[in-house]
């Protein structure tokens, strides 16, 4: 069963940046074959996917109100994936988490309920 650890959440103003970390370990996979995905959730709403990468060929997709500000990429040799977010604004204040899912499917997973294997979340918070 892989776990997965994230990092780098905190308190930025708005138009800052922090790159958040996710680091997978207890599995015999590697790291590879795994898509990610970010994902945030607003108090009382459900998680909605902010970006995600696919196995193998990395394609990757953002929503369209991070387009532009936030990057997804994967270290596959530290078995970590990384969310670059800049110009942060007080409408991404959330609580991010990483998913991984293994599949032999190629597109890329958007849906929460497509990941079986999620981190224990960070804080984002973004002042004006």
């Known amino acids: 069963q892989v776990q997965l650890v994230e990092s780098g959440g905190g308190l930025v103003q708005a138009g800052g940046s922090l790159r958040l970390s996710c680091t997978a370990s207890?599995?015999?996979?590697?790291?590879?074959?795994?898509?990610v995905g970010w994902f945030r959730q607003f108090p009382g709403k459900e998680r909605d996917v902010v970006a995600a990468?696919?196995?193998?060929?990395?394609?990757?997709y953002y929503a369209d109100s991070v387009k532009g500000r936030f990057t997804i990429s994967r270290d596959n040799a530290k078995n970590t994936t990384y969310l670059q977010m800049n110009s942060l604004r007080p409408e991404d204040t959330a609580v991010y988490y990483c998913?991984?899912?293994?599949?032999?499917?190629?597109?890329?997973?958007?849906?929460?309920?497509?990941?079986?294997?999620w981190g224990q979340g960070t804080q984002v918070t973004v002042s004006s």
């Open positions: 207890g599995s015999g996979r590697t790291f590879r074959v795994y898509h």
């Open positions: 990468i696919s196995w193998a060929v990395d394609y990757t």
């Open positions: 998913a991984v899912a293994a599949t032999l499917r190629r597109e890329v997973l958007t849906r929460s309920s497509e990941y079986p294997a």
